[in-house]
């Protein structure tokens, strides 16, 4: 056997075509749709702007409920009619939430379209929301929240938002709620969000052969019964760094690893810097060649994986690392990882490393965007960034024309090293004395 020590160079980025943008203003609505000709397969999303950054603070979870709640029935049919009549036409609903967005959405043969938007606006407009119905589904919500905070992470992600954003603040809690926030909430909640933020006509967003399909006639079932037009859209949110380091120390008693979040604030999704943070994000953290994988897997062997990025919805952003390690090398990893971020910081990137993130990010593309799913969801893109309709057009050149100067450039403008908030998710009578000692920063306890 013969062992490689040489990582494999870059290959070239396969070419990709997105498919021309069609907008149209339809029943007091908008339609922005993708045309895919010869194929037989389409998806229809309706976009509403209801995301998690729509819930008042000690609401956190409306939105997630809501989702299971419209699997209820309608107004029209109980909930097993209308699951027999979505499986008819051999589809499903498809709900997410994001911090901007509600998307629900149905994949069809093109000639059962217009039968699948008529129910999924049967399911978005008029649900049942009986109470019983409602207070079942958060109760399961609920459970199933603080099954999934029992893990570790999630007390490692919120301390990181809540101290980064405020807890105070709706983007300072988590995108889903938490357990108690969850089960706190009543029907009225739910039944109010709903008649808010859901009767809204919002936008249609379709992916298919457009020769096939009456974008009129979805669009008027899809925004029927609808009022009230389009919400405000507030700017972008200014968040403050912090002045210095701190580090949060969650305690988990008896953990045998340690859970790391490190992180800053960092600009909305469409600032100009976005190409070439997200090309600086892919050679610091965002790949598996990266510096903090190669350094912290590969060199000291603290972990089986590490990823810093930047993340962005349409009112902030925020720099983000995450990885787990064995308790023992706690300090030393939270220290190599802040040093290499500082030197990606003070450095800039390598062109070596620049044609590796270059050639895989706009590789990507056409990889990812192929099916008509994948394409509506870059509609939605489009729509909740109000980015122009050749934007995807365009990314991939200006993800392989970016150059050494301007990711360099951005990762000194957009890191923060002396701004870092470093949460440790770990057992503190085991490690509280060496993250004191590694002088990173001002440490915080919690239970």
Not at 151 to 180: E, I, K, S, V
Not at 188 to 195: A, G, K, L, N
């Amino acid at each position: 056997m013969t062992l490689i020590t040489d990582r494999p160079g870059p290959g070239a980025a396969r070419p990709y075509r997105f498919p021309p943008v069609v907008r149209r203003a339809v029943g007091g609505g908008q339609v922005v749709a993708a045309h895919l000709p010869g194929q037989n397969l389409a998806v229809a999303l309706l976009l509403l702007d209801a995301g998690a950054g729509r819930e008042l603070t000690g609401k956190e979870g409306l939105g997630g409920v809501l989702a299971k709640a419209l699997e209820e029935g309608t107004a029209q049919r109980d909930a097993t009619a209308y699951a027999l009549a979505i499986e008819a036409l051999g589809t499903e609903l498809v709900t997410g939430l994001d911090w901007d967005s509600f998307q629900i959405s149905v994949q069809v043969p093109v000639d059962r379209l217009t039968a699948a938007v008529e129910l999924l606006a049967e399911a978005v407009r008029t649900p049942r929301l009986d109470p019983t119905d409602v207070r079942r589904v958060r109760d399961d919500e609920a459970n199933a929240l603080r099954m999934d905070w029992a893990n570790p992470g999630p007390r490692a992600d919120a301390a990181l938002r809540a101290d980064l954003f405020g807890a105070d603040t709706r983007w300072g809690r988590p995108m889903y709620g938490d357990p108690d926030s969850v089960a706190a909430l009543d029907v009225e909640d739910i039944t109010v969000f709903h008649s808010e933020w859901f009767l809204r006509p919002g936008t249609l967003v379709v992916a298919g052969d457009l020769d096939r399909i009456d974008l009129d006639a979805l669009a008027a079932a899809a925004f029927a019964g609808t009022g009230g037009g389009p919400a405000k859209v507030d700017g972008p949110v200014e968040v403050p760094l912090r002045a210095g380091r701190r580090i949060i120390l969650v305690d988990r008693p008896g953990s045998v690893q340690s859970t790391l979040r490190l992180g800053h604030p960092s600009p909305h999704r469409a600032h100009p810097d976005h190409v070439a943070m997200t090309l600086a994000g892919t050679v610091l953290g965002g790949a598996f060649t990266s510096r903090l994988n190669h350094l912290i897997r590969e060199v000291r062997g603290y972990t089986y994986g590490i990823r810093g990025e930047f993340a962005s919805s349409r009112r902030f952003g925020r720099f983000a690392v995450s990885s787990g390690v064995q308790t023992a090398v706690t300090t030393p990893a939270l220290v190599e990882s802040v040093g290499e971020i500082a030197r990606t910081q003070a450095e800039g990137v390598t062109e070596d490393e620049l044609a590796v993130a270059r050639s895989w990010r706009a590789g990507q593309l056409s990889v990812e965007l192929q099916s008509p799913r994948a394409i509506a969801s870059a509609l939605t893109t489009l729509v909740v960034h109000d980015l122009p309709d050749d934007y995807h057009a365009r990314l991939r050149e200006e993800l392989l024309n970016a150059d050494v100067d301007q990711v360099s450039a951005a990762a000194a403008t957009h890191l923060h090293t002396d701004a870092l908030t470093l949460v440790v998710e770990g057992d503190a009578s085991v490690i509280r004395e060496d993250l004191e000692s590694a002088a990173l920063g001002d440490l915080i306890l919690l239970p």
